[in-house]
T-cell receptor, first 115, second 113 residues
Framework: EPEVTQTPSHQVTQMGQEVILRCVPI?????FYWYRQILGQKVEFLVSFYNNEISEKSEIFDDQFSVERPDGSNFTLKIRSTKLEDSAMYFC?????????????FGEGSWLTVV | RKEVEQDPGPFNVPEGATVAFNCTYS??????FFWYRQDCRKEPKLLMSVYSSGNEDGRFTAQLNRASQYISLLIRDSKLSDSATYLCVVNFARGSTLGRLYFGRGTQLTVWP
């Protein structure tokens, strides 16, 4: 079964540092997403991306965050000047249709610890 | 505002038991509904979509009541492998956006032998 892959699986970074989380969506998918889950809390939407631009972003996704599709396969989430509260599991996801009952496939996540 | 609310549990049931989870959502314009399963420190995985007519997949039955904004999941003949957190998820798209998934906090299920 095709899958979304994410790297790194775990990263520890110092507060104030920049972090880039990488994702390779499923190859024929056109819609990409980042979600995050703080330990013990619910999964939260960050951003959706289609046709090389952001489709929607949540109130969490402020100027500290950015996304990019630098080539035909990777989809990255950059977090500038990390804060302690950015510690969370970050899930990349992709789908072949943007709305309706299409299935969104999640990667295994990148666990970010900010110290 | 809590878009999706679930009973957090935990539910501890013996193998073979039937267990039911409930969920309510606040946005009446929500368009699609799902149950996901999440194992500890893993990604959410789609268990099943939920339709107004109700749908069944093996031991799992899901129901949606749009008027009451209520979603349910019934698991029959519980297996040890059903132990996980069950996430109620609702999709809402504004205008031409792709939509976003709103997750509940999950209901934890432990099935014991």
């Amino acid at each position: 079964e095709p899958e979304v892959t994410q790297t790194p699986s775990h990263q520890v970074t110092q507060m104030g540092q920049e972090v880039i989380l990488r994702c390779v969506p499923i190859s024929n998918h056109l819609y990409f997403y980042w979600y995050r889950q703080i330990l013990g809390q619910k999964v939260e939407f960050l951003v959706s991306f289609y046709n090389n631009e952001i489709s929607e972003k949540s109130e969490i996704f402020d100027d500290q965050f950015s996304v990019e599709r630098p080539d035909g396969s990777n989809f990255t989430l950059k977090i500038r000047s990390t804060k302690l509260e950015d510690s969370a599991m970050y899930f990349c996801a992709s789908s072949d249709l943007g709305q309706g009952v299409n299935t969104i496939y999640f990667g295994e996540g990148s666990w970010l610890t900010v110290v | 505002r809590k878009e999706v609310e679930q009973d957090p549990g935990p539910f501890n049931v013996p193998e073979g038991a039937t267990v039911a989870f409930n969920c309510t959502y606040s946005n009446s314009a929500s368009q699609s509904f799902f149950w996901y399963r999440q194992d500890c420190r893993k990604e959410p995985k789609l268990l099943m979509s939920v339709y107004s007519s109700g749908n069944e997949d093996g031991r799992f039955t899901a129901q949606l009541n749009r008027a009451s904004q209520y979603i349910s999941l019934l698991i029959r003949d519980s297996k040890l492998s059903d132990s996980a957190t069950y996430l109620c998820v609702v999709n809402f798209a504004r205008g031409s956006t792709l939509g976003r998934l709103y997750f509940g906090r999950g209901t934890q299920l432990t099935v014991w032998p």
